[in-house]
């Protein structure tokens, strides 16, 4: 069963999918609205939409007859500190690699 | 043809391949070393990896025999910039929002 965590990351593997996040992050938007842009089909946007739905994204209301889609940034948080907490992993890493470095000359000194 | 970003993003849509990043981000290793903590066969592993090296993520080295692989974080940061440009943009529209609704009562007050 893929995580909430693996659905973000795919559902983020896609150029038309982060233009759509993009565009609902200015606010709620109609499903022909959001289609407008993309040179591909209503159809397609449809698909792109429900897998935005399905890794939690994007929520859908109705206002009478019209689908209102807007965008749902929690799960975005939980990939950027997933990637943040590679990121000082790293940092911290380099900076043991450094003082290490930095204490050899050290050794040979006077 | 897929951009570095939908590959960063379709690499890190795995705990296999994210578990694997982590590891690397401590330091080269080979990779029967990174196949030992899973519960899969090594010949997954090494399927997991040769994507992670399609998306840049990870670099192989060959010393002898060994082939050691270590992480190239740049992708990450790839990655991490999209997610942070969102956030920026969607909190700048709740301020924005929030500034809408301390001037509203204002107009109905003395």
């Given amino acids: ?7 973000t990351m795919l559902a983020l593997a896609d150029p038309t999918r ?4 993009q565009r ?3 606010g709620e938007a109609r499903v022909t609205e959001l289609a407008r842009p993309f040179p591909i089909s209503l159809n397609s946007v ?3 939409i429900r897998m935005l739905e399905r890794a939690q994204l ?3 209301r109705r206002a009478g007859r019209e689908h209102l889609l ?23 890493r380099l900076d043991a690699l450094e003082r290490e470095l930095r204490r050899e000359p ?5």
Avoid: C, T, Y
Avoid at 1 to 7: A, C, E, K, N, Q
Avoid at 70 to 92: G, I, K, M, T, Y
């Fill in 1 to 7: 069963m893929p995580s909430v965590l693996d659905r």
């Fill in 18 to 21: 982060r233009a759509i996040l």
């Fill in 24 to 26: 609902l992050a200015a």
């Fill in 46 to 48: 449809s698909k792109h």
């Fill in 58 to 60: 994007v929520r859908r």
């Fill in 70 to 92: 807007s965008l749902d940034p929690a799960p975005l948080d939980a990939a950027a500190a997933w990637l943040e907490a590679q990121r000082s992993f790293w940092n911290a």
């Fill in 106 to 110: 050290e050794e040979d000194g006077p």
